[in-house]
């Protein structure tokens, strides 16, 4: 089964407007990191929040991790058209060595 | 710098054949891992190797198999093809092992007929 699952699976939402997506995992990790993923393409790396952080920022993006929930959310601000993408969470369990889960993804539709 | 490569970008085969992915990672890089992106699956791990050396290995048949060269290079094997193995091969590398960022090039399209 998957450790990272996201949600919601599908959002659409006007230019401007905040976008909230959300990750919940199973087991510990060392760390979650957002990945973005244009029609088909290769991923591209958005941010890595480690389990001893709460909250990161890079630019529009806003990153919290809640430990004892087990979920993090990512937070795009001013949502622009080119925001329009797949975006994933993906896990690094403790001890796993490297090897990082991914959920099945978000699709974001951003209307202009 | 350049990034990740892959090659080719699209391969076509038939039930039965063999393909080869290869993939080039970012300079200084010494860890390579390989996913499968199939439809409505998301991805799935398939291996990790570092330093020439298989570290990890995903849920998948033996026929999946890859090798990394002595300048981290690295080339996945799928032989006995399926239908079911029709995806995108999406190859990552990172600077180093123990929760780096993975980065990753734009993939192979693998087309089983």
């Known amino acids: 089964s998957q450790q990272g699952e996201e949600d919601p699976q599908a959002l659409s939402i006007q230019e401007g407007e905040n976008a909230t997506m959300n990750c919940s995992y199973k087991?510990?990790?060392?760390?979650l990191q957002w990945y973005r993923q244009n029609s088909g393409r290769g991923l591209v790396h958005l941010i890595l929040?480690?389990?001893?952080?709460r909250e990161k920022h890079s630019g529009r993006l806003r990153v919290t991790l809640d430990t004892s929930k087990k979920s993090s959310s990512l937070l795009i601000t001013a949502s622009r058209a080119a925001d329009t993408a797949s975006y994933f969470c993906?896990?690094?369990?403790?001890?796993?060595?490297?090897?990082?889960?991914f959920g099945k993804g978000i699709t974001l539709s951003v209307r202009p | 710098e350049a990034g990740v490569t892959q090659s080719p970008t699209h391969l076509i085969k038939t039930r039965g054949q063999q393909a080869t992915l290869r993939c080039s990672p970012i300079?200084?890089?010494?860890?390579v891992y390989w996913y499968q992106q199939a439809l409505g699956l998301g991805l799935q791990f398939l291996l990790w190797?570092?330093?020439?050396?298989?570290?990890n290995r995903g849920n998948f048949p033996p026929r999946f198999s890859g090798r990394q060269f002595p300048n981290y290079s690295s080339e996945l094997n799928v032989n006995a093809l399926e239908l079911e193995d029709s995806a995108l091969y999406l190859c990552?590398?990172?600077?180093?092992?123990?929760?780096?960022?993975?980065?990753f090039g734009p993939g192979t399209r693998l087309l089983v007929l």
């Open positions: 300079s200084g890089h010494t860890s």
């Open positions: 993906a896990t690094e369990r403790s001890g796993a060595n490297s090897k990082l889960t």
């Open positions: 087991t510990s990790i060392n760390n």
């Open positions: 990552a590398s990172s600077l180093d092992t123990g929760g780096e960022t993975q980065y």
């Open positions: 190797y570092d330093e020439g050396e298989e570290r």
């Open positions: 929040i480690r389990s001893n952080e």
